[in-house]
């Protein structure tokens, strides 16, 4: 199976903060990752998929980057909405991993 | 408009097979390329993917779990119902249905709300 380690596992920010997530798989994934934000009591949305494509009516504050093994999600400038947990997720092959969780709060 | 709804038991007792259903709408389960997927996230920890079925009726599963799971579709009904056996405290999790797209490769774009399934006698 493909390890996903997600780094870090907490962050405190502010609105409009420019936040940096990574991502990086134990093997080689080429660019088969993709991110979803949790909020409380939801279920997962996907913001990016294929590393770096924006999934349709995501806000472009969110943008990922990166291929290979290691990965990044970046939102621009933060909004409440965002105070969220994030998931990596990769699928270049079966089974499907996710990483352990970044969870983004209130500084 | 894409949904997709699961539907099943909230409580299971140990030892006993859960059996959820999927409903969902505003595709089809016979469209090339697309597929449904079962993911499940215990309180408080990561999620973790379990089965997908696609339209071709190739299947997939967790080898953590593939023994107790079997997942299959009705594509004139909409559904995809997973079943697990021989359930255990430790399968207490929110259980979410998912459209996976991007062919063998899925990412998932559309999910269900999420029900909470708890395993106790």
């Known amino acids: 199976d493909i390890q996903m380690t997600q780094s870090p596992s907490s962050l405190s920010a502010s609105v409009g903060d420019r936040v940096t997530i990574t991502c990086r798989a134990s093997?080689?994934?080429?660019?088969?990752l993709n991110w979803y934000r949790q909020k409380p009591g939801k279920a997962p949305r996907l913001l990016i998929y294929?590393?770096?494509s924006l999934q349709s009516g995501v806000p472009s504050r969110f943008s990922g980057s990166g291929s290979g093994t290691d990965f990044t999600l970046t939102i621009s400038s933060l909004e409440l909405e965002d105070f969220a947990t994030y998931y990596c997720q990769q699928s270049v092959s079966f089974p499907l991993t996710f990483g352990g969780g970044t969870k983004v709060d209130i500084k | 408009q894409i949904t997709l709804k699961e539907s099943g038991p909230t409580l299971v007792k140990p030892t006993q097979t859960l059996t959820l259903t999927c409903t969902f709408s505003g595709f089809s389960l016979s469209t090339n390329g697309l597929g449904v997927g079962w993911l499940r996230q215990p309180p408080g920890k990561a999620l973790e993917w379990l089965a997908l079925?696609?339209?071709?009726?190739?299947?997939r599963y967790s080898p953590s779990l593939n023994s107790r799971l079997t997942i299959t579709k009705d594509t004139s009904k909409d559904q995809v119902v997973l079943t697990l056996t021989n359930m255990d405290p430790v399968d207490t999790a929110a259980y979410y249905c998912a459209r996976g797209s991007g062919w063998r490769t899925p990412d998932f774009d559309y999910w269900g709300q999420g029900m909470l399934v708890t395993v106790s006698s």
């Open positions: 079925i696609y339209w071709d009726d190739d299947e």
């Open positions: 093997q080689y994934i080429s660019s088969y």
């Open positions: 294929a590393a770096s």
